[in-house]
């Protein structure tokens, strides 16, 4: 099979619009908001520091999404995948009554 300049070009845009449609839609995630019904059916919050501890007795000091085996995000990223809530990101700096350890 000989390759063309044609066939070069139209594998490239191919390519270029295939990269472009996934960094839009990972730019596109929503960030999960506290008064989500999702969120709040757990307990989440933004920082694991304005956890309720009389309320989630669970909750200990140094847990938040970062550093959970359910957030899908690099220990590095402000914000991140969950396991829990699908498309949303949550805050690494968040927790919620579903933290599991690593």
């Known amino acids: 099979m000989k390759n063309s300049r044609r066939s070069f070009v139209v594998f490239s845009l191919a390519v270029g619009s295939s990269l472009a449609l996934t960094r839009v839609a990972s ?43 359910l957030f899908q995000g690099k220990a590095t990223d402000a914000w991140g995948g969950c396991l829990l809530f699908g498309s949303q990101q949550v805050a690494a700096s968040g927790w919620c009554s579903s933290y599991a350890n690593m």
């Open 27 to 69: 730019a596109d995630a929503s960030k999960l908001s506290e008064g989500d019904p999702k969120a709040l059916a757990v307990g989440y919050k933004e920082t694991a520091a304005a956890v309720d501890k009389n309320k989630f007795a669970t909750y200990v000091a140094g847990q938040n999404c970062s550093n959970c085996s």
